[in-house]
């Protein structure tokens, strides 16, 4: 084993020392690339056969120091240790400049690649705070030479016992002695744990927690590794990936542009100090910048180029001469250059990080430099900047002489020489001014009456002029009107007054307006004129005396409100300057970054909270969102469980982190966690999923296989308690006590209606509950009831009406019997007479043809309905049936088979629990012996039976083609409506009704989008008196007239492609149109036509299409469809009158008029006989 240690720190071997494979670690990332295949350090360039599996390489000479050992427990005795190789780092074999050869090791989550083969390469592991782990230390392993001896020598042993089959080898002497002399294999190491840098500087800690996977990305909380491509913050130094600050960079871009609002700045915000930075970030690049996509170099720092730093400092002249580094430069350790004080007398040379390049030094010597008024020198010791104002006291006098003082250098102004006239006491005849004092000069003008009033000013040698001489003044006061001109005695001395015109004065004052006063001499007086002055607001003007210069304007009481440019506020200022301006920007509706006025510059703080939750917007308050908050935090920012950290500082408002661990709260249910993820406080965790057994809210049951995260379960039963009232019970399903239906009413009565049975009548009480009140009985009961005729075939419902004071006021409401009555009752006779069974079988079918044509829609549920049906009828004791709630078209067929059976049926309840109830009355006997099954199949037999009967058309007769009856519009315009085509062709409809017969035109869409104006003769007796006959061929001549007038209008407006004349049968069906053949109604000149590509059964009538007269609302075809279905609906609803009495004399009279009116209507009645015929056989034929 010594001998074999050598050979592992520098053998050549594949599998030799502590190279081999690179292994697999979880949780750290290294990529490597060595000079040669051999080598103990990847990072060192060995020279080596990099292809070469077995190469030899150059060993040092010098010996390699003995591996350090570790006390490992070994297996057999527990707290025992041993000592066990340990493999160099990094730094060690690369200094002594070992090899091998050995794969570099590869970790999960990164790739490593190594062309070296040395198992001590150096290694990256990143260990996280939240659990990551390193790899597996590399054991020592011996030298494959080594290993093979040694099994040489325990496989071929001469002294080994002899093999006896069946029977443990024993081992020999030498084998145990060898097994003795191998150490016990030692359990693997831990995986080390890389703590964060402690370095001094910020550059080594960078580099550091980079190398150890210490450092995270401020934004992504993902470690940052050597092979990341990086970003780095100027003023912070934070580094983080690449990517991630691009995309922090474009939503803060993003979201600014969506924001848009004033005093913006511009940049956008670190991730980590929340700076204003403006370099966007572009490319990865090494510390210094020099350069671009670099790849890690081994043996340097991360994100390194090996490159002088070479950044300039600030405050020094000297780049940074250290390698490519992050964060910031290291004070400069140079000496400065020789820097002079700042009065220039000394020089004094320091170390650059001493050196004050900003401020400069100062030698403290007296300055001496001359001051501005250089007479005088600075007394200040050695200073930066100019020296300043000279403050020296100099005696000084005024230029007028009458004021002598003492006053700083600086404040004298300049040096006039002025006379002494004898004004300074001084001898001397001149003397020199330097202020102006505030006295009036005083000196004497040559006349020897007048002085001078003038201001402190400089004195001359000669007396001045009079300026009150006769020679001086030429022209009255007012300047108008020469002396000479004037009447008046010339002047003679400048004593004598001067004369004055009668001209008025008309100078301009100092308020702007005119001297009204006659010329006169001195001042002018005061002006009283008035004046408009207007208000500030330009609105209110007012007449006001004359200010004299000084205008001070009104305010008015007109408030403003203009809103200002945050828009948030109004102005709400009294008599506002800036109104007008404002009203003319609105008019003019400028954009937002409009510039508002500067009366409209709202000055209170913004104060809105911030997207942080905790600060304030302290900006002037604004349009738009405020931006992000300016503060960080600089305290750590953790998950819910600790174990995710963010590290300061951090934009204000930060979340904590997104935890990749499981949450470790326990459940209050005392279930088992289901695994989630760890997440805030404010986020509650999964629901509990396990069922259990829980009684209901109302107590009644206990409910199995319930949720345990639901508390509130309900069973769904009717509660059942008695309410207040003490009458009714509560209605409402499972819920907690206290809840019941009653409880937010007052009094002691509840909101159901009472239900009691009435004294009066066996009606119920429809009013609300009255508890403990009785029954108001004096109202009439407004239950419905039926009368009857005597012999109860007819009935009409009346209301009960019954009060406590007439208990059956509806007993002397009865119908008469009509002419069907009487029918019916003579039938009933004639067959007692004739002892006609009423049982006997035959082909009569007791049914109406509505209802054997629901039944057929949809057979088995009538069969199960007419099941019940037929149970209520043989039951003599039921008196009245319900049915369930359910569509309209079951409640029709339910009351069309009860009208068959003789039985009162009426729809009540609102939808959707409208349902059908039905009621015994006199009228009902028994129930049809006949089946609807057997009457359909009754019907059938017949159809069949007389379709055969019916004799066969020859092939060769053609049936007579159908006169033409209406006018085809083939392809019209999209989105006519009926109105739209009746307005357009009003005025050819009518001028074709007045030349031909009485026609009445229906104008109708098919559903192949045409549309079809179909003529109808007017069968009136009026109207055939008065017109000719409306025959088949008088009709076709008028369309043929109409088809011309018809096609010019529709070219002319667009309203369609063509017009043909057609024939239309009752529903609407093309039967034929203009250049069909007679016998060609099928086949390809169906489809070319676009008739029915398949000619119906004869009698078969298809569904019509909604028609329309010209007199009814036009609209789309599916609006008339609804308007036709509710008009059908209004028509079969039955009123129902109060007072009945009247509603008999009512329907006897109709009666009598029905029967009047029978022969006026016959011709109209055959004609509807004739179409009944007609759809009979076609039902016949379609059964069949």
Known sequence: MAEAAPQAQGGSSRGGGSGGRGRRGRGWRGRHRGGGRGGSNANASSSGNGNGEGSQTTAPTQPAPPPATVPVPGPSQPGASISRPVVPDASNSHQDGQSGTGRGDRGRGGRGRGRGRGGAAQRSIVTSHRGGRGPPPSAPRQADSSSSQSQVRLGFNGGAAEFVPGQPVAASTSTQRAQEARPPKSASAPNPVMEKSTAEDLPTRIHEDIDNGQYECVICTSEVVRSSRVWSCTICWTVAHLHCVKKW?????????????????????????????????????????????????????????????????????????????????????????????????????????????????????????????????????????????????????????????????????????????????????????????????????????????????????ETAHCPFSPDMVLNCPCGKTPLASLPAEPRTSCQDPVPRCDEPCDKVLACGHHCPDKCHTGACAPCFQSMDVSCRCDRVTGTSACHLGHVEQPQCFRVCKAQLNCGRHECGERCCSGEKKAAERRKQKRTVNENYESEHICLQVCGRLLKCGKHTCQQLCHRGSCNACPEAIFDEISCSCGRTVLHPPQPCGTRPPECRFDCRRARPCGHPTVAHQCHPDD?????????????????????????????????????????????????????KPGECEDAEVAGPHCTQLCGKARKSCDHTCVDECHAPSPCNEDKPCQSMAFTTCPCQRKKTPIRCGATRFNSDPARHITLKCDDECLKLERNQRLAEALNVDPNHSDDHVPYADKTLKMFRENMAWAQSQERELRIFAADPEAKRMRFKPMPSHQRAFLHSLAEDYGIDSESQDPEPHRHVCLFKTPRFVSAPRKKLAQCLRAVKTAATTAAAAKPATPANIQPSPHAFNGLLLTTPRFGLTVEEVDRVLASDIATASRSGPALSFTTSFLPLEDIVIKA????????????????????????????????????????????????????????????????????????????????????????????????????????????????????????????WEAAAEKLDSGSSDKENGAVNTSSEDEQQGHDSEKEQASLAAADA
């Open 249 to 461: 960079h474009k939503n803060q871009i993003k979201q600014k542009e969506e924001n848009q609002g004033p005093n913006q700045p511009d940049g956008w915000r670190c991730p980590a100090c929340n700076s204003n930075l403006l370099e966007d970030p572009t490319s990865y690049h090494c510390w210094c910048g020099k350069e671009f996509d670099l790849k890690p170099i081994p043996g340097l720092p991360p994100h390194t180029c090996g490159q002088t730093c070479s950044k300039s400092r600030a405050t020094c002249p000297h780049p940074c001469s250290l390698m490519c580094h992050a964060g910031p430069c290291p004070p400069c350790t140079l000496m400065g250059p020789t820097q002079t004080c700042f009065c220039g007398k000394n020089t004094v040379t320091k170390r650059c990080s001493e050196t004050d390049y900003t401020n400069g030094w100062s030698c403290q010597e007296v300055c001496g430099d001359y001051l501005p008024c250089g007479e005088h020198t600075c007394s200040q010791p050695c200073h930066p900047g100019l020296c300043g104002a000279c403050d020296v006291p100099m005696p000084s006098t005024c230029y007028c002489g009458k004021e002598q003082k003492e006053i700083p250098c600086n404040q004298r102004d300049d040096l006039l020489e002025s006379f002494n006239y004898g004004q300074v006491s001084d001898g001397e005849e001149w003397f020199e001014g330097s202020f102006q004092c505030s006295k009036v000069c005083g000196r004497n003008f040559d006349c020897g009456h007048h002085t001078c009033q003038k201001s402190c000013h400089p004195q001359d040698e």
């Open 683 to 735: 986020v509650a965790c999964p629901k509990c999923p396990f069922l259990v057994e829980r009684p209901c809210i109302c107590g009644k049951k206990v409910l199995k296989n319930q949720p345990c995260w639901f508390e509130d379960a309900r069973c769904g039963l009717p509660c059942g308690k008695k309410l207040k009232c003490g009458t009714h019970e509560c209605r409402k399903p499972c819920h």
């Open 1016 to 1139: 109808i003769p007017n069968l009136t007796a009026a109207a055939i008196a008065t017109s000719m006959a409306p025959t088949p061929e008088n009709v076709e001549s008028i369309l043929k007239d109409l088809k011309s007038a018809v096609a010019k209008t529709s070219a002319k407006t667009g309203l369609a492609n063509g017009v043909v004349l057609c024939h239309a049968d009752s529903s609407l069906n093309i039967v034929r149109r203009e250049g069909d053949q007679a016998a060609a109604n099928d086949g390809w000149n169906a489809v070319a036509s676009k008739g029915p590509w398949r000619r119906a059964p004869s009698g078969k009538v298809a569904p019509p299409p909604v028609a329309s007269s010209s007199r009814a609302g036009g609209g789309f075809l599916a609006l008339r469809k609804l308007e036709l279905r509710k008009k059908k609906a209004e028509e079969e609803k039955k009123e129902v009158e109060e007072d």
